[in-house]
């Protein structure tokens, strides 16, 4: 079973803020947050991930609360190629195990 | 450097076939994942296959397996398909030791009748 909670869908308008929250409440010490979002028939790709600080990349920010049991990832500029299926993912890097997709969230952008 | 590629792209088999997809990984990475994507399952993992070893293993009967090869191709077989292997499946590589971003194929669209 998948260690993430996400909502199974949300809208943001263009150009605001996306704001796509996780919960990972039984997360392990050694665990990352990675996220990945999939559009429509295209394979999943990889955003961003981190271990507790906040990290931010050219596609997203990560924001992981300080007892590590929930996170948020933010697109700052939602366009419409941002409407996709986001998948939250807890894992150990570094290390090979399987990765466990849970749901995701289908991120509706409104024009 | 060219992205994960799997072949075919599109399929459609009869009940009680067998099936091979093919996936060839980027350049470099050794290390190569299987998914299968449904409606109603989402996206599962089938199994993980490093230097031509099974490392890893989703719960999937034994109808499907993979190997892969010494230049870290991989390929998975399905066989006496049944209409619930209908789906999209997915290959990932991935470079060992690095914090294991998976890169994806674009995916083999499966349709058994």
């Known amino acids: 079973d998948a260690k993430t909670t996400q909502p199974p869908s949300m809208d943001c308008a263009e150009g605001r803020a996306a704001n796509l929250p996780c919960n990972h409440s039984?997360?392990?010490?050694?665990?990352?947050v990675y996220w990945y979002r999939q559009i429509h028939s295209q394979g999943p790709q990889y955003i961003i991930h981190?271990?507790?600080n906040n990290e931010t990349n050219e596609m997203a920010s990560l924001i992981i609360t300080e007892d590590r049991k929930s996170s948020t990832l933010i697109l700052p500029h939602a366009t419409l190629r941002d409407t996709a299926v986001y998948y939250c993912?807890?894992?150990?890097?570094?290390?090979?195990?399987?990765?466990?997709f849970g749901k995701g969230t289908r991120l509706h952008i409104l024009p | 450097k060219a992205g994960v590629t799997q072949t075919p792209r599109y399929l459609i088999k009869t009940r009680g076939q067998q099936v091979t997809l093919s996936c060839s990984p980027i350049?470099?990475?050794?290390?190569v994942s299987w998914y299968q994507q449904t409606p109603g399952q989402g996206l599962q993992f089938l199994f993980e296959?490093?230097?031509?070893?099974?490392?890893n293993k989703g719960n999937f009967p034994g109808r499907f397996s993979g190997r892969q090869f010494s230049n870290s191709r991989s390929e998975m077989n399905v066989s006496t398909l049944e209409l619930g292997d209908s789906a999209l499946y997915l290959c990932?590589?991935?470079?060992?030791?690095?914090?294991?971003?998976?890169?994806f194929g674009p995916g083999t669209r499966l349709t058994v009748l």
């Open positions: 990932a590589s991935s470079l060992v030791g690095s914090n294991n971003e998976q890169f």
């Open positions: 039984t997360i392990s010490g050694n665990e990352y």
């Open positions: 981190g271990l507790k």
């Open positions: 993912i807890v894992r150990v890097a570094n290390r090979d195990d399987k990765i466990i």
């Open positions: 350049s470099g990475h050794r290390s």
């Open positions: 296959y490093f230097s031509e070893t099974q490392r």
